[in-house]
């Protein structure tokens, strides 16, 4: 859960959170940068600081995140709600969950 309270309590600060899952080894996010914060910045902060946070966690050191992500523009609500429909199919098509509300590390609009 450190990875999800991390980009929780960057809510409304630093970016509007519409949807957030994270999985074993990678997370989805949708969200709109504050207009003080590129999406770059916003992503360097949530590696840098999630990663250290996971390091000091299990007492080690290193690299958690991969260098590169994959970013898209949403341009229109059909595709808003194409995205947060992959994001919420995810971890059930993962087979970590049978239902996406079971699934713990699931953030949609109206959670916080």
Same mark, same amino acid.
């Given at each position: 859960? !450190?990875?999800?309270?991390?980009? #929780?309590?960057?809510?409304? #600060?630093?970016?509007?959170?519409?949807?957030?899952?994270?999985?074993? +080894?990678?997370?989805?996010?949708?969200?709109?940068?504050?207009?003080?914060?590129?999406?770059?910045? !916003?992503? #360097?902060?949530?590696?840098?600081?999630?990663?250290?946070? !996971?390091?000091?966690?299990?007492?080690?050191?290193?690299?958690? *995140?991969?260098?590169?992500? *994959? +970013?898209? !523009?949403?341009?229109?609500?059909?595709?808003?709600?194409?995205?947060?429909?992959?994001?919420?199919?995810?971890?059930? #098509?993962?087979?970590?969950?049978?239902?996406?509300?079971?699934?713990?590390?699931?953030?949609?609009?109206?959670? *916080?």
């Amino acid at each position: 859960m !450190i990875v999800l309270n991390h980009i #929780k309590a960057g809510h409304q #600060k630093f970016y509007l959170l519409a949807a957030v899952v994270v999985m074993p +080894d990678h997370v989805h996010l949708l969200l709109c940068p504050q207009s003080s914060f590129s999406l770059s910045r !916003i992503m #360097k902060g949530i590696k840098g600081v999630s990663a250290r946070l !996971i390091n000091q966690h299990r007492g080690e050191t290193g690299t958690v *995140w991969q260098d590169e992500s *994959w +970013d898209r !523009i949403v341009r229109n609500a059909a595709e808003f709600q194409e995205k947060l429909q992959y994001i919420a199919d995810n971890p059930v #098509k993962a087979g970590l969950s049978a239902h996406i509300d079971e699934y713990p590390a699931f953030l949609a609009p109206g959670d *916080w």
